[in-house]
């Protein structure tokens, strides 16, 4: 029996620039950090007593005989791509729900890859769970989704993240004293918005409009470095980040109207009376998340003001998926 772990993801900046559409072209760079929230995935042989082969539950059950029967696109893609042959039987858990903007569609991939070539008895680098986990989602899928989840999901940490126009991907931790980051993870609320979304028809309209929003894209990649800086400048506010946050948001907003509504207009501005300096819908948008930046001291301010949402409390984690328990 193999037990994975596969964290979710907050993305800063850059969100947009992941996708092939446009990294391939111009470049793309991702600031993220991988939370307290986690995808556990519990996988063994299914002995050969059933009248069926595969045993899958998540928010449902599935019983088949054959993997072209399983409903659950990557885990029907994962077994394929891996060329399972014995029985499988699979458990999903979670900490938040599904659609919600935090990566856990490509956490539930990275870590079904990682938890199948265990059981097979093999080891796995984080950066080739990362590459595979793209490969299923974009090609074997369909799927309109990004690049920076499933890196994020694999390695963990805060990361700068690099996409290359050749496909090349390289993570680099950032490196700030060890106080700041905790200040920063200080300044950081998030809430469940009680919207949920599917992320990659969000993202389909979004990648159809790249070509027109070459511009946007390229001041939110440049706002990455800036949101660099200001974390290793320690003579600069941590609030310069959350500002940040909030000129990154605005433009983010402006690529597709599918991004925002109404009611997540409402709820951000609600957060900025309330003291946030800044934030962001978490994910492609349309729901899910939304994170804001407020000062430590103001903290319990906005969590009041927003009492109608879900606060989900975090810290960062820096293990990326691994496996928790392996017995044969």
Same mark, same amino acid.
């Given at each position: 029996?193999?037990?994975?772990?596969?964290?979710?993801?907050?993305?800063?900046?850059?969100?947009?620039?992941?996708?092939?559409?446009?990294?391939?072209?111009?470049?793309?760079?991702?600031?993220?950090?991988?939370?307290?929230?986690?995808?556990?995935?519990?996988?063994?042989?299914?002995?050969?007593?059933?009248?069926?082969?595969?045993?899958?539950?998540?928010? #449902?059950?599935?019983?088949?005989?054959?993997?072209?029967?399983?409903?659950?696109?990557?885990?029907?893609?994962?077994?394929?791509?891996?060329?399972?042959?014995?029985?499988?039987?699979?458990?999903?858990?979670?900490?938040?729900?599904?659609?919600?903007?935090?990566?856990?569609?490509?956490?539930?991939?990275?870590?079904?890859?990682?938890?199948?070539?265990?059981?097979?008895?093999?080891?796995?680098?984080?950066? #080739?769970?990362?590459?595979?986990?793209?490969?299923?989602?974009? #090609?074997?899928?369909?799927?309109?989704?990004?690049?920076?989840?499933?890196?994020?999901?694999?390695?963990?940490?805060?990361?700068?993240?690099?996409?290359?126009?050749?496909?090349?991907?390289?993570?680099?931790?950032?490196?700030?004293?060890?106080?700041?980051?905790?200040?920063?993870?200080?300044?950081?609320?998030?809430?469940?918005?009680?919207?949920?979304?599917?992320?990659?028809?969000?993202?389909?309209?979004?990648?159809?409009?790249?070509?027109?929003?070459?511009?946007?894209?390229?001041?939110?990649?440049?706002?990455?470095?800036?949101?660099?800086?200001?974390?290793?400048?320690?003579?600069?506010?941590?609030?310069?980040?959350?500002?940040?946050?909030?000129?990154?948001?605005?433009?983010?907003?402006?690529?597709?109207?599918?991004?925002?509504?109404?009611?997540?207009?409402?709820?951000?501005?609600?957060?900025?009376?309330?003291?946030?300096?800044?934030?962001?819908?978490?994910?492609?948008?349309?729901?899910?998340?939304?994170?804001?930046?407020?000062?430590?001291?103001?903290?319990?301010?906005?969590?009041?003001?927003?009492?109608?949402?879900?606060?989900?409390?975090?810290?960062?984690?820096?293990?990326?998926?691994?496996?928790?328990?392996?017995?044969?």
């Amino acid at each position: 029996m193999i037990i994975t772990r596969t964290p979710l993801r907050i993305s800063f900046f850059g969100g947009g620039t992941d996708y092939p559409v446009y990294y391939r072209e111009h470049g793309g760079k991702v600031l993220s950090t991988t939370i307290s929230k986690y995808n556990y995935l519990t996988i063994r042989e299914l002995p050969p007593f059933f009248d069926h082969k595969y045993r899958i539950r998540y928010y #449902k059950s599935e019983y088949t005989s054959s993997i072209d029967d399983i409903q659950h696109p990557s885990v029907k893609a994962c077994l394929q791509f891996l060329k399972i042959e014995n029985g499988i039987e699979l458990v999903h858990t979670g900490d938040v729900p599904a659609m919600s903007g935090v990566g856990s569609s490509s956490a539930f991939t990275v870590g079904l890859l990682h938890s199948l070539y265990a059981l097979s008895g093999q080891f796995v680098t984080k950066r #080739k769970l990362a590459y595979e986990a793209i490969e299923i989602e974009q #090609k074997i899928i369909g799927e309109h989704v990004g690049s920076q989840d499933q890196v994020a999901a694999a390695f963990g940490g805060f990361n700068l993240v690099e996409f290359f126009k050749d496909n090349r991907i390289v993570v680099q931790p950032i490196t700030i004293p060890q106080n700041r980051q905790k200040n920063l993870e200080d300044s950081l609320v998030l809430f469940f918005t009680g919207i949920s979304r599917t992320a990659s028809e969000v993202a389909k309209t979004q990648i159809k409009e790249t070509p027109e929003k070459i511009k946007e894209l390229g001041q939110m990649k440049e706002m990455v470095e800036q949101a660099i800086e200001i974390l290793h400048d320690t003579g600069t506010s941590l609030d310069e980040f959350g500002k940040l946050l909030n000129e990154s948001w605005k433009i983010k907003r402006s690529i597709t109207e599918k991004i925002s509504n109404s009611k997540i207009d409402l709820i951000y501005e609600r957060g900025l009376e309330a003291g946030a300096l800044g934030g962001k819908l978490l994910g492609a948008g349309g729901g899910g998340f939304i994170l804001f930046y407020v000062s430590p001291s103001k903290k319990n301010l906005l969590i009041n003001q927003l009492s109608d949402l879900l606060h989900v409390p975090f810290h960062f984690e820096s293990m990326g998926s691994h496996i928790v328990h392996y017995s044969q």
